[in-house]
């Protein structure tokens, strides 16, 4: 089993440093899903969610949520993202909204935690442009999906058909 990073000897909680650690391109790709009633899918399909364009509030939202995720999540680094990649797609067999997020960076960490906000962020926002609609909708399976670059290498979710 892999070694937690940010824990010091005594088990506390520190920001890593990666100073030492040299420069290089890092993609991730995070996935999520958003779960709603087929007349609600409709809406947002059709463009007459009550709150505007949910395809586009929420593709800025995971874009700007990738930007601020170091102000989120706990011992994060500030990366200085190169590229954020925001994809919502409909699935008629869920009924619902598949949202698939990238991020790049060239430096010295990783950018999982970025795509991961930005899929999670995208997903919450779908919620809130169409909850009038659907209470009821869920968000499902926000997960990394794949990484590249970096100590570790490329890695590649054995289950995902995407």
């Not at 920001?15 to 009633?37: L, N, T």
């Given at each position: 089993m892999a070694t937690l990073t940010h824990l010091d000897a005594s088990g506390e909680?520190?920001?890593?440093?990666?100073?030492?650690?040299?420069?290089?391109?890092?993609?991730?790709?995070?996935?999520?899903?958003?779960?709603?009633?087929?007349?609600?899918?409709?809406?947002?399909?059709?463009?007459d969610a009550k709150k505007g364009d949910v395809f586009g509030v929420a593709r800025l939202a995971g874009i700007m949520a990738a930007k601020k995720t170091h102000e989120l999540i706990p011992l994060c680094h500030p990366l200085m993202l190169s590229q954020v990649d925001v994809e919502i797609?409909?699935?008629?067999?869920?009924?619902?909204?598949?949202?698939?997020?990238?991020?790049?960076?060239?430096?010295?960490?990783?950018?999982?935690?970025?795509?991961?906000?930005?899929?999670?962020?995208?997903?919450?926002?779908?919620?809130?442009?169409?909850?009038?609609?659907?209470?009821?909708?869920?968000?499902?399976?926000?997960?990394?999906?794949?990484?590249?670059g970096g100590k570790s290498g490329d890695w590649r979710r054995p289950d995902d058909a995407a």
């Open positions: 909680a520190h920001m890593v440093d990666v100073s030492e650690k040299p420069d290089s391109k890092r993609v991730a790709v995070a996935s999520g899903a958003v779960v709603m009633a087929a007349e609600t899918l409709r809406l947002a399909l059709a463009g797609e409909p699935d008629h067999a869920l009924p619902g909204l598949r949202v698939r997020a990238s991020a790049t960076v060239t430096g010295k960490t990783g950018v999982e935690m970025e795509a991961l906000t930005a899929a999670s962020v995208a997903c919450l926002t779908i919620y809130d442009m169409l909850k009038a609609a659907d209470r009821a909708m869920r968000i499902e399976a926000v997960q990394l999906v794949e990484k590249h």
